[in-house]
C-alpha cells in the first residue's frame, strides 16, 4: 500500500526483507522506547498511556528536556491480565544512557534489540474488531510462508487521534524466527 505524507516523525530504521499483497517481513535496527504499563480495555488504557508517556516527553524529566514526538506509538498486550504495555519510540539521537531520566515511575527506559517482523499495513479505525481482522490476515499469510512467530502482536499507530479514520496509518507487527537457509 502507498503512503500518505507522513507528519514528519521520525520512526525507526528498517530494510524490508520481502514484501507480498499481504505483508512485508521488515527487519528492525536497535532502538531505545519510553514505555508504561497500564490496566483496563484497549479502547480506555491507550488515552491513560498516552498522558503518561507524552507528560515524560514533553518536560516531565528529571532534566525537564523537552523531546520531539516519533511514530509509531505501540501497544500489546502483557503478560499480566487486563493489562497493555505502549511504547513511545524514543529520537535515535538519544541512547539508553543519553535519555532524560523520567520522574514518574510509571515511565521506564528500554532498549529494543534488532528484530524480524511480519507487519501488516492498514487504515481505518483502531477498533479492537478491526485490528483483530488484521492480526487473522497476517497470522494465515505468515503461516502459509511457513514463518514462525514469536512474542505479542504489536500494535503499531502512526498517526495522532485527530486524524480522520481513513487517513490512519495503522499496522499489525509480530516477531517472526528468520527462515532456515
Known amino acids: 500500500m502507498a503512503d500518505l505524507p507522513a507528519h514528519a516523525l521520525e520512526e525507526p530504521s528498517y530494510e524490508v526483507v520481502s514484501s507480498s ?7 528492525y535496527a536497535p532502538y531505545v522506547v519510553a514505555q508504561t504499563q497500564v490496566r483496563g480495555d ?6 491513560r498511556a498516552f498522558r503518561i508517556l507524552a507528560g515524560y516527553i ?18 500489546h498486550a502483557s503478560e499480566q491480565d487486563a493489562q497493555w504495555v505502549y511504547r513511545f519510540v524514543m529520537e ?8 532524560p531520566t523520567p520522574v514518574d515511575p510509571r515511565v521506564s527506559i528500554k532498549p529494543i534489540p534488532g ?9 481505518g479505525s483502531w477498533s479492537a474488531q478491526n485490528i483483530a ?7 494465515d499469510a505468515i503461516a502459509l510462508d511457513g514463518l514462525s ?7 503499531a499507530r502512526y498517526n495522532p487521534p485527530f486524524t480522520p479514520w481513513f487517513m490512519r496509518r495503522n499496522e499489525v507487527m509480530l516477531e517472526v524466527t528468520p527462515p532456515q537457509s
Open 149 to 155: 512467530h514469536n512474542g505479542p502482536l504489536l500494535v
Open 21 to 27: 499483497e499481504d505483508y512485508e517481513l521488515r527487519r
Open 115 to 123: 528484530k524480524l517482523f511480519a507487519v501488516r499495513r492498514f487504515r
Open 42 to 47: 484497549f479502547s480506555t488504557a491507550g488515552n
Open 92 to 99: 535515535s539521537k538519544y541512547t539508553l544512557d543519553s535519555l
Open 58 to 75: 514533553f518536560g516531565r524529566n528529571e532534566e525537564q528536556e523537552k523531546m520531539a514526538m516519533t511514530a509509531p506509538v505501540t501497544s
Open 133 to 139: 481482522g488484521h492480526e487473522a490476515k497476517l497470522r
